[in-house]
């Protein structure tokens, strides 16, 4: 578990997608996919999902071999321990709501950087007749937890430490963010105790 991280998220191509516009004759055909990527989260010690749309591809029209080559950079995922990247996929309908054709889901290993290229099957339970596969390329860039504290009572040009019986500091900077000290709570913990 790492504190921030951020994903770069290329979808590169799409195989064997499901028909969802008829020709002249009434047969399913071919498609005009495109794929929304959303990011998704559940930070540390909230039990709610947050997401969020990142964006959308260009549409590829009559085809069902789609070639994207489309990149979201710098997705973020900040203080969380469990993050998915969704790439739904849809045929674009000029007169009425778009098709679904699949979802993709992707978890993120925020344990080390990463850079991989792979083919993820769209289940076929994702979306009616649900079919095929999209190679996406994930660059994860994990940003590794730095923190310090200052010592209570410690003044500029003065090396001694605080008092033994004086609390630790309450918050702490945490990449440039105040955070309650794990050590505060701690110290609370055995006072309410006494």
């Excluded at 789609?66 to 849809?90: E, G, K, M, W």
């Amino acid at each position: 578990m790492t504190d921030k991280g951020t994903v770069r998220v290329t979808i590169l191509q799409g195989s064997g997608l499901v028909a969802k516009d008829r020709n002249l004759l009434g047969r399913k055909t071919s498609s005009d996919p495109y794929v929304e990527c959303f990011s998704t989260y559940n930070k540390i010690g909230d039990p709610k999902t947050y997401g969020r749309l990142v964006g959308k591809t260009e549409t590829k029209y009559k085809t069902l071999e789609p070639v994207y080559n489309h990149t979201f950079s710098d997705i973020d995922f900040a203080y969380c321990h469990s993050a998915v990247i969704q790439l739904r996929v849809y045929d674009e309908d000029k007169m009425s709501e778009p098709d679904a054709m699949g979802t993709v889901k992707i978890p993120i290993s925020m344990a080390n950087d990463s850079d991989t290229t792979k083919w993820y099957e769209i289940p076929k339970d994702s979306a009616k007749n649900a079919s095929g596969k999209l190679q996406v390329r994930l660059y994860v860039k994990v940003h590794k937890l730095q923190q310090y504290v200052t010592t209570t009572g410690a003044s500029k040009g003065n090396n001694k430490k605080s008092s033994s019986k004086a609390p630790p500091k309450r918050f702490i900077k945490v990449d440039g963010v105040n955070k309650l000290n794990p050590k505060y709570l701690s110290w609370k913990k055995k006072q309410s105790k006494k």
